[in-house]
């Protein structure tokens, strides 16, 4: 069975059908990231408190980015939650 479109093309009746679960498929979750592919480096205390030191011994510029990439350390820290 085909039907018509108000502009005069014949289109298969089940193609919206066919539109709408393609829509609605898991394409759309493959969209999102999965933060447990993001490498996270984990270090021991002792190692932590030296890199901290240096940081604060740091111009600004590099004390910005670190805090950048504590910042971002932790937003995948909270995405695995």
């Known amino acids: 069975m085909w039907?018509?479109?108000p502009s005069g093309s014949r289109l298969p009746?089940?193609?919206p059908l066919v539109m709408l679960a393609l829509l609605s498929s898991?394409?759309?979750s493959r969209?999102?990231?999965d933060c447990r592919l993001l490498p996270l480096?984990?270090?021991d205390r002792e190692r932590s408190l030296t890199i901290a030191?240096?940081?604060q011994q740091a111009p600004p510029e590099l004390q910005r980015?670190?805090?950048d990439a504590v910042a971002l350390r932790d937003?995948?820290?909270a995405c695995r939650g």
């Open 53 to 55: 030191r240096q940081i």
């Open 3 to 5: 039907s018509r479109t």
């Open 26 to 28: 898991g394409c759309q």
């Open 65 to 67: 980015f670190s805090l």
């Open 31 to 33: 969209v999102i990231s």
């Open 13 to 15: 009746w089940k193609l």
């Open 75 to 77: 937003a995948v820290r």
């Open 41 to 43: 480096v984990e270090y």
